[in-house]
């Protein structure tokens, strides 16, 4: 097995589906040996593709908001992994954007997670990202994030936090009510462990 920078080196100048990014090839992740906590996420937006942060834009203000922690807490890679189903923006459809591409995680995750021994806790962001981590979970993202119980300690299932799905976390209460307080204690007490 590599090491882990000169993986994230060739992640970091990976060209294979350039032909297909609208944008360009420009891979956002953040992966450190010693993250306690996995983000899988789905793909950067364009807003994310321009900084080169993960969650640089509103859906990340959301989810940090979820988690109950700071931004310094959030960008410390020795603290949290970010990987994200495809590493570059997919570019833009009709209802959004488009679906990760589908060669990133098939040629780079499972390497990259080699590396993470140290992982507590993984929050399985978004439909793509569940399909992959989650596949006999449910049939819908609201099957599976409502059965986030099941899955509870070491993985917990959620929405995309993004501002499109207002209209989802007005619909399903008990995410706010029930699944985000238990969220916040659990990514507290990860990170509080020595």
Same mark, same amino acid.
């Given at each position: 097995?590599?090491?882990?920078?000169?993986?994230?080196?060739?992640?970091?100048?990976?060209?294979?589906?350039?032909?297909?990014?609208?944008?360009?090839?420009?891979?956002?992740?953040?992966?450190?040996?010693?993250?306690?906590?996995?983000?899988?996420?789905?793909?950067?937006?364009?807003?994310?593709?321009?900084?080169?942060?993960?969650?640089?834009?509103?859906?990340?203000?959301?989810?940090?908001?979820?988690?109950?922690?700071?931004?310094?807490?959030?960008?410390?890679?020795?603290?949290?992994?970010?990987?994200?189903?495809?590493?570059?923006?997919?570019?833009?459809? =009709?209802?959004?954007? *488009?679906?990760?591409? =589908?060669?990133?995680? =098939?040629?780079?995750?499972?390497? +990259? *997670?080699?590396?993470?021994?140290?992982?507590?806790?993984? +929050?399985?962001?978004?439909?793509?990202?569940?399909?992959?981590?989650?596949?006999?979970?449910?049939?819908?993202?609201?099957?599976?994030?409502?059965?986030?119980?099941?899955?509870?300690?070491?993985?917990?299932?959620?929405?995309?936090?993004?501002?499109?799905?207002?209209?989802?976390?007005?619909?399903?209460?008990?995410?706010?009510?029930? +699944?985000?307080?238990? +969220?916040?204690?659990?990514?507290?007490?990860?990170?509080?462990?020595?």
């Amino acid at each position: 097995m590599r090491s882990l920078e000169s993986l994230l080196e060739a992640v970091r100048g990976c060209v294979r589906c350039a032909a297909n990014l609208p944008l360009g090839p420009r891979p956002v992740l953040q992966c450190h040996g010693s993250a306690k906590i996995l983000i899988a996420g789905q793909a950067p937006g364009r807003r994310v593709h321009e900084s080169g942060v993960p969650f640089q834009d509103a859906s990340g203000d959301r989810l940090r908001s979820w988690l109950g922690i700071t931004t310094e807490t959030f960008y410390d890679a020795r603290k949290i992994a970010i990987l994200p189903m495809g590493f570059c923006f997919p570019g833009t459809g =009709p209802a959004g954007d *488009l679906p990760p591409r =589908p060669e990133c995680a =098939p040629a780079w995750r499972a390497e +990259l *997670l080699q590396h993470l021994s140290q992982l507590k806790l993984t +929050l399985v962001i978004g439909q793509y990202a569940q399909a992959q981590h989650m596949p006999n979970a449910g049939a819908s993202v609201t099957d599976v994030v409502a059965s986030w119980r099941e899955h509870w300690p070491g993985v917990i299932p959620l929405p995309h936090p993004s501002p499109r799905n207002h209209r989802w976390l007005v619909r399903n209460p008990w995410f706010a009510q029930e +699944l985000l307080p238990a +969220l916040k204690t659990q990514v507290a007490a990860v990170l509080d462990e020595p």
